[in-house]
């Protein structure tokens, strides 16, 4: 009735005001309707935009983000339909306000993180279809036709080894109860903390047309160098000064301490972006190899004890500049070729360098031991304890022989288990029996079944050698030789690890128990050492099940276990080609100066394996985050450790002359809270005049050239295609 009136109104003169006033009233209708509607969608387009800022859970170690990146993810997600609406309004590139930070007051960062982010979020996406188009980056002189499609990018190998998930941190374990010996343990280590893992992942909860999803995460994008920020340096003020080890030394505090070295590996709780100084006689161009091995120059390894050391110590002698080693002389009586010979007399299944190529020297006291098992294609790792308080292990170091640097005692080393060919321990005064045999248990670990365990002592006590025969026969080792050196004065025992479970389940008391089932033998980062026996892998898919082959045959032998062995020659020869095509001759390196190099990020060992026919050893790191890879590393000979990049190194300042980091930068993207400290870690490791030869993506490349140049490093090469670079740099002398 009503539309029949305003009908016959509308014929009337003012019917057209009517009509008008009955459409604008319809169309308000519908705005209401509309907006009523909208906002809802609106609000679930915010929901969905903000998970951009969301980890992706990491396997093994996830946990919630602290409180400070919450807060600054809701004060995102206050602005967030805002940029919605300018994003619908058609306006997709957004200029925000750059913040100025200051971070550990030397380095002046500009943040701009969502554009960021989001920038790289659609170059890499780009980058994938490229890849997809074009096949495999090549860069010059890298390769044949038959290495193609053999090098993966850094996105598709991060993704992968994200699927694979963590499978040696064991920090998650330890902090859900069973490691107490952490820095609450510590005495004096004052502000200090673990930092092993400085992931940003944040869980969410979030709620759509009345059902709730939880845990839901995604990778924070964005990347790993800032490209607009300034960067001013300073040097370290530290107590160790000069041979500063971040992780290793205490250098903060109230009180007096006294140690200036932790008991356990303890991290700074933001990593050290300061420089640290050259020695203060100053610092000169290393003895090359092989020369370095009788003589060093002594201002480059100076410490306080060491000249008092010297002084009661016939096999090392200061002569001028230099500090020599003469070959007649070591810590051996007799000579350690003596000393060799009279192992392989009491056991005749130890060849050296047949079936024995890769041994652990505790203690690195006599670097004479690992430079006379070269000779015999050995490769000794010298494990330098955290209570070397006269810094032998950079000595050693120093003359190029692998050393690594790491307490010893409560925790696990970072080795896998089953590993070790032999380990020797020379002059040993370790407790081995206390602590319930903790630090046997430990050897008994990383020794591979049927390895031999070689312990030599200058004065037998009755006590400990009562207690170190029960402990041995319970973790049922056996005693394959014992003999007094009559010449070199010293006790030398020589152990058997069992090859089978058998003889376990013949013990009368089954003290140490085995480990559960449960237990991973590799899992090796921040993880306590435990009172447990682990059985002797007898599945065919375990490595350990089987000696290697002898070397050198070894290096290119894959057995069983190893998984994808076409996939492991094809990385072989890659390396292969790379390294002799384009390291050895087109980078302007002088590798008759190189001796020590660290794979900053190793895979199946590769790079090392293209370098083992020439004078250089390589450690090669395998990242705890990663796929495990590190036990295929032993097996081929050759020698690594676990580690995290956002931690600094097991090593002393200025210890190698080459690091190479393949796509290491673009797999840490969202794992360090400062990428840039990797880069000052690089500066600790690398002497004066070593090299860096990175591979990576350009855009962090780019970014990464402007702070070596920061710190006056020399760029010596550089090549770009197709998003994909190297570089190439040396360090120099300057400090700030």
Known sequence: MTIARLARQAKRPHGFCVKMTAVAIMGFCFIFVWSMFSSSSTSATTQRESFDDIAEPVAGNTRVSRPHTQSREREREKHEPSRVNEKQNGESDLDLKKDEKKINGSVSLVVNEHESRRKDKKEEASLKRKEKDDGTKKLPNEGEKDNQGQEESGDEESEKEEEEGEVVDGKKEANDGENTEGNGDIQG?????????????????????????????RKIKGPVFDPNAHYSWRLCS???????????????????????????????????MCLVPLPHEGYGTPVHWPESQLKVLYSNVAHPKLAAFIKKNSWLVQSGEYLTFPQNQSEFKGGVQHYLDSIEEMVPDIEWGKNIRVVLDIG???????ASLLDKEVLTL?????????????????????????????????????????????????????????????????????????????????????????????????????????????????????ESNDIYGLRRRKNPPLCKENENPDAAWYVPMKTCLHPVPSA??????????????????????????????????????????????????????IRNIMDMKAINGGFAAALAQHKVWVMNV????????????????????????????GTYPRSYDLLHADHLFSRLKNRCKQPASIVVEMDRMLRPGGWA??????????????????????IRMTYAQDKEGILCAQKTMWRP
């Open 382 to 498: 010298s494990l330098g304890l955290k209570d070397d308080l006269v810094d032998l292990a950079q000595v050693a170091l120093e003359r190029g022989f692998p050393t690594i640097v790491s307490p010893f005692g409560s925790r696990r080393l970072h080795f896998p288990s089953g590993v070790f060919d032999a380990i020797h321990c020379s002059g040993c005064s370790i407790p081995w029996h206390s602590n319930g045999g903790k630090l046997l248990l430990e050897m008994n670990r990383i020794l591979r079944p049927g390895g031999y365990f070689i312990l030599s002592t200058k004065h037998d006590n009755i006590e400990e050698e009562e207690a170190m025969t029960t402990l041995t026969a319970s973790v049922c080792w056996n005693v394959l030789a014992h003999k007094t050196d009559e010449v070199g004065e010293v006790g030398v025992k020589i152990y058997q690890k069992p």
């Open 622 to 649: 395998v990242l705890v985050h990663a796929p495990d890879t590190l036990p295929i590393i032993y097996e081929r000979g050759l020698i690594g450790v676990y580690h995290d990049w956002c931690e600094s190194f």
């Open 189 to 217: 280590d004052g502000d200090l903390i673990q930092n092993a893992d400085q992931e940003s992942v944040e869980e969410v909860e979030h709620e759509s047309a009345g059902s709730k999803s939880t845990g839901k995460k």
């Open 540 to 593: 065919i898919e375990q490595h350990g099940t089987e000696w290697p082959e002898e070397w050198p045959k070894r290096l290119e032998t894959y057995p069983d276990w190893m998984n994808n062995k076409e996939k492991l020659v094809a990385d072989t020869n890659h390396w292969k080609a790379i390294v002799e095509k384009s390291y050895l001759t087109g980078m302007g390196i002088d590798w008759s100066n």
């Open 693 to 714: 030869v990175i591979r990576d993506k350009v855009e962090i490349l780019d970014p990464l050239e402007g702070i070596l140049r920061s710190l006056h490093w020399e």
């Open 364 to 370: 690195c006291t006599d670097s004479s031991f690992a």
């Open 238 to 272: 530290t107590r160790s000064k000069h041979n500063y080890m971040p992780c290793i030394d205490i250098e903060s505090g109230t009180g007096r301490l006294q140690s200036y070295r932790h008991t356990e590996r303890s991290c700074p709780k933001t990593p050290p």
